[in-house]
């Protein structure tokens, strides 16, 4: 359980500029690909679906070396917005003939699916893990460490791509059996989002443990209990989440 009380929230001034400072540099760097280090990018996704801790000890070394714990490189954001975009464009050219409806839906999914919602998700366990899971500092002399909302919304990213694979890869290649009726459809749909969404939790627990001030970081694998108690409620009601966001997008065409 969170504590009821938040602790001190005041940081040294030195940490205050470095984060200032590196969200703008963060965001030029989004237009200039040679500055990018696109073989790195792939290989962190390669090993967040296959040995996730390994990422998390390159995110050690990364604030050995660059003082910060979040990535400096925004590579990993641009090709996995362009890989989720290419996914949506998949997924219109196989449901879909509107040119104008797959502009929306490729939007849509961008915004509303990964940055947003990412943001959203990012600043809340930003606001958590600052106010109620940072150890208390042994004496006043010890620098006050915090999380920095970039690295919270690196977690999100790191979090999101499994699921990504999961949910619009491999969905889409089962995507005509899934948003069939039956109750094979629905028993294979809830299993896959189930294994998606607690995976993404799982790295989330991942992304905030690696901290060395942080404790009872646990808290954040609560919601994969969630996920699995809810998952036989759902298939036993016949909910099949594939064909309800699939008929959110597409409801002339499933």
Request: charged share 10%.
């Amino acid at each position: 359980m969170l504590p009821t009380t938040s602790r001190g929230r005041t940081s040294s001034s030195s940490t205050s500029r470095a984060n200032s400072s590196t969200f703008p540099h963060y965001l030029r760097r989004i237009i200039k690909w040679q500055q990018m280090d696109i073989e790195y990018t792939f290989w962190q996704m390669l090993h967040l679906c296959t040995s996730p801790k390994v990422v998390y000890q390159h995110t050690k070394y990364h604030k050995q070396t660059k003082n910060q714990w979040a990535r400096d490189d925004p590579a990993f954001v641009v090709i996995c917005s362009l890989l989720l975009a290419v996914a949506a464009l998949a997924y219109c050219a196989a449901y879909d003939h509107s040119a104008g409806h797959a502009v929306f839906v490729v939007i849509s999914v961008l915004l509303f699916h990964f940055l947003i919602s990412g943001a959203g998700l990012a600043t809340c366990c930003w606001f958590l893990t600052n106010a109620y899971l940072r150890e208390e500092a042994p004496n006043s002399h010890v620098v006050e460490q915090r999380v920095e909302w970039l690295y919270a919304f690196d977690v999100h990213c790191n979090s999101f791509f499994p699921m990504f694979v999961m949910l619009y890869v491999i969905h889409y290649f089962l995507s005509p059996l899934l948003v069939a009726h039956g109750f094979i459809p629905v028993l294979l749909s809830n299993l896959l989002f189930m294994v998606a969404a607690s995976y993404y939790h799982y790295l989330n627990f991942l992304g905030y443990d690696v901290l060395p001030f942080l404790e009872r970081t646990t808290f954040f694998l609560y919601p994969i209990g969630a996920v699995i108690v809810l998952s036989p409620i759902l298939i036993l009601s016949g909910f099949n989440p594939s064909r309800y966001f699939m008929n959110v997008y597409f409801s002339q065409r499933v």
